[in-house]
């Protein structure tokens, strides 16, 4: 059983965001002693338990209050509150940081030989995205149709299967979009990891563990800038 009293923070179990949020932890201060496989891990000097979770869990895990804190990226927050939006709920949270890592890029990409002229020129083309809500929103705003192909993984394959016109995807170097003949066309929604936090009450106790590791994390990416 989790003990409540203890402040549960939920960080990606493996990807690109674990090594980073579990080097910043420990740069709070927080001696975790990781066993791989775990789901959960203990702090052992402070009381802190660690859920080590899938990155599109965390978001609602936090908003669900079932965790005090996560540690995730603003695309899988942004798209988890779109989603619960539409879905006719108000999910709540605190932003209490944007934290200095995980930085990459949510753009639209088309193949090469795609006559690109702006966003327009996509209207009425199916795209395949991982993010249909962030990718709503963008086209919403500008007022332009399109059919949205839904896929978990391999988005960047779609065109070539002939699943798709167009791509909407994460990007950080271009090299992937290059490797499956596209190009990116525009950056619909820049993301860095942040930290959440539930709403509602916090104990005391809770709360001052909060505003030291508040007060250390300030610290750490200061000497890091
Ligand atoms: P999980 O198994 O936890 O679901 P995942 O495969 O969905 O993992 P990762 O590829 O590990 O996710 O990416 C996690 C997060 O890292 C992304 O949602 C994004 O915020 C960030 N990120 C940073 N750079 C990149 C990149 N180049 N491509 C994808 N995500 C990136
Ligand atoms: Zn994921």
Known sequence: MLDKSRLRIAIQKSGRLSDDSRELLARCGIKINLQQ???IAYAENMPID?????DDDIPGLVMDGVVDLGIIGENVLEE???????????????????LDFGACRLSLAAPLDFNYTGAECL???RIATSY????????????????SCLLNGSVEVA?????????CDL??????????????????YR???CLIQRDGEMSADKQQLINRMMTRIQGVIQARE
């Open 132 to 147: 249909p809500h962030l990718l709503k929103r963008y086209f919403d705003e500008k007022g332009i149709q399109f059919k």
């Open 159 to 167: 065109p070539r299967a002939g699943l798709a016109d167009a791509i």
């Open 123 to 125: 209207n009425g083309a």
């Open 50 to 54: 660690l859920l080590r979770v899938r």
């Open 37 to 39: 496989q775990r789901l």
């Open 171 to 188: 990007v950080s170097t271009g090299a992937t979009l290059e490797a499956n003949g596209l190009k990116e066309v525009e950056v619909i």
């Open 80 to 98: 988890e509150l779109l989603s619960r939006l539409a879905q006719g709920n108000t999910p709540s949270y605190k932003t209490l940081r944007r």
């Open 191 to 193: 993301s860095k990891a």
